[in-house]
C-alpha cells in the first residue's frame, strides 16, 4: 500500500517568506509526527497528533511553526517569516497507534521529506 | 546533556567483519528503545526494537543494559548494503516524543 508522502520533495524560499509544507500519512495510522533533521544532526522533534486530542507541540522551535492535521489525516506544517537556520530536511512519520501504547504497533513509517533551503 | 547519544563514526569495516555499536541515554526511566536505519539522503527505517532480554534477528543482535543505561547494536557477517547510519531512538517518558540519536556512520569495503 501506499506509505508516507510528502510534498514538495524541495523548496527553496527566501529569508521572510512563509512556507507549507504537507504530510499525507498512511491510511488508518492515528499518529502523526514532524521532525526535521540539521546536515550531521540528528531527528529533532517538532510535534505529535494523536487522533482527536490536542497536539504536542514542545518540540516547536519558536511561534513561526505551527502545524495543524485535518480530519485527522493529512498535516501541514507552517514556517512563517523563514529564516537560513530553518534550513532542514523536514520529515514527517505516521504510526498505526501512539507511542504511549506499551507493546502497541507504534512503529514509525516515516516519508522521505522535504527539503527546506532558505535563501 | 542530551537525551541520547552516540558516537558517530565513521565505522568502516571489511565484508564479513563483525561491528558494534553503543547508545546511552540520559533517562533512567526510559522504557522503549529501538534502532533505525537511514541510509544517504533517504528516509529512517525501522531496523529492530530492542527487548529488556535482548533480541535477535538474523545477523543482527540487539542488547539493553539498564544499569549501564545503554543499548547495543551487533552486525555479524556485515555485508556491503549495511553501509549506512544507524539511529539509536529512545521513547521519552511523557510517551509522545522519541529522541533521536545523531547516528553512528557505517560503511562495509569490499
Known amino acids: 500500500g501506499a506509505g508516507v508522502s510528502q510534498s514538495p520533495s524541495n523548496k527553496v524560499t527566501e529569508k521572510g517568506k512563509d512556507v507549507e509544507l504537507r504530510c499525507d500519512p498512511i491510511?488508518?495510522?492515528?499518529?502523526l509526527y514532524w521532525y526535521r533533521q540539521s546536515l550531521g544532526q540528528g531527528l529533532e522533534f517538532l510535534i505529535y497528533?494523536?487522533?482527536?486530542?490536542?497536539?504536542?507541540k514542545s518540540g516547536l522551535p519558536s511561534d513561526r511553526f505551527s502545524a495543524e492535521r485535518t480530519g485527522g489525516s493529512v498535516s501541514t506544517l507552517t514556517i512563517q517569516r523563514t529564516q537560513q537556520e530553518d534550513s532542514a530536511v523536514y520529515l514527517c512519520?505516521?504510526?498505526?497507534?501512539?507511542?504511549?501504547?506499551?507493546?502497541?504497533?507504534?512503529?514509525?513509517?516515516f516519508g522521505p521529506g522535504t527539503r527546506l533551503t532558505v535563501l | 546533556r542530551k537525551e541520547v547519544e552516540q558516537d558517530p563514526g565513521p565505522f568502516n569495516v571489511p565484508e564479513g567483519a563483525t561491528v558494534a555499536f553503543n547508545c546511552t541515554y540520559s533517562?533512567?526511566?526510559?522504557?522503549?528503545f529501538f534502532w533505525y536505519r537511514q541510509d544517504c539522503r533517504k528516509e529512517p527505517k525501522l531496523l529492530m526494537s530492542?527487548?529488556?532480554s535482548g533480541n535477535e534477528d538474523g545477523r543482527f543482535t540487539a542488547q539493553l543494559n539498564r544499569a549501564s543505561q545503554y543499548i547495543s547494536l551487533l552486525i555479524r557477517d556485515s555485508k556491503l548494503s549495511d553501509s549506512a547510519t544507524y539511529l539509536c531512538?529512545?521513547?521519552?517518558?511523557?510517551?509522545?516524543?522519541?529522541?533521536f540519536g545523531t547516528g553512528t556512520s557505517l560503511t562495509v569495503i569490499p
Open positions: 512519520a505516521s504510526s498505526l497507534w501512539g507511542p504511549s501504547l506499551a507493546g502497541g504497533p507504534n512503529e514509525q513509517f
Open positions: 491510511s488508518g495510522h492515528t499518529a
Open positions: 497528533f494523536q487522533g482527536n486530542s490536542a497536539p504536542d
Open positions: 533517562n533512567s526511566a526510559s522504557q522503549s
Open positions: 530492542v527487548y529488556s
Open positions: 531512538v529512545v521513547l521519552g517518558l511523557r510517551g509522545n516524543q522519541f529522541y
